[in-house]
């Protein structure tokens, strides 16, 4: 991975979540609050911290703001910094921004003035954890538009022993597995010949009511 530099604006729990794993992906970090307390706070996860008002048009020119690969908008406890925060940044023509909305108007407005990214993290959280109670052997997804994900699944036991061309796991289920992780190690475009292991998680993609039904699957 090419190393990008990117901006989190606003070091609450998701900001600096957001900051702590692009520094530990070996990208340059810069961190911006208010609060100088957040800032010292982040230190360890950011490659550099500033204490800076991101509604101020002039501090984002001097930080040379668009000069950053992208810009993570993480402020949720001020929803008019937010809009003014992206807003400037679309003026100062910086391209790739994503931003935290804390709900739907905010969202909405952040989707009229812009923004390339919006995250809503009550929400697709709430939907993860009812995802995951619904569908027990579901560990994890990505959801790549409304209708379809990748998704990690644990295998059925009574797959163990067979091999991917007996399961016709694609004509059966309409899924496909793209990937098999196995301790700890991942085989990417297994083998129609690969045999499955007890713990085995099938990376898959597809149509998210075929994936639940699959998930379910005993």
């Known amino acids: 991975m090419s190393r990008k530099q990117y901006a989190v604006i606003g070091l609450g729990r998701f900001g600096t979540s957001i900051a702590r794993k692009l520094h530990e992906a070996g990208q340059e970090v810069l961190g911006i609050d208010l609060d100088e307390v957040r800032v010292e706070d982040a230190e360890p996860y950011i490659t550099h911290g500033l204490i800076a008002d991101s509604t101020d048009e ?29 807003m400037l940044l679309k003026n100062l023509g910086m391209k790739k921004i994503i931003a935290k909305a804390v709900g739907k108007r905010h969202g909405q407005v952040l989707e009229a003035i812009g923004t390339s990214w919006i995250i809503y993290p009550e929400r697709d959280m709430g939907e993860r954890v009812a995802n995951q109670l619904l569908s027990p052997n579901m560990l994890n997804y990505i959801e790549l538009s409304k209708d379809y994900n990748i998704e990690e699944i644990m295998i059925p036991s009574r797959m163990a ?31 129609p010949d690969e045999l499955l292991q007890i713990e085995d998680i099938l990376v898959t993609i597809g149509n998210r009511k075929d994936l639940a039904k699959f998930s379910n699957l005993e």
């Open 161 to 191: 022993g067979k091999n991917l061309r007996e399961l016709d796991i694609r004509a059966k289920y309409n899924v496909s597995v793209i990937a098999i992780l196995r301790d700890g190690e991942i085989i990417v475009s297994p083998s």
């Open 58 to 86: 002039k501090a984002l020119t001097s930080i040379g703001i668009t000069n950053f690969d992208c810009v993570i908008v993480a402020i949720g406890d001020d929803i008019q910094a937010s809009i003014l925060t992206v």
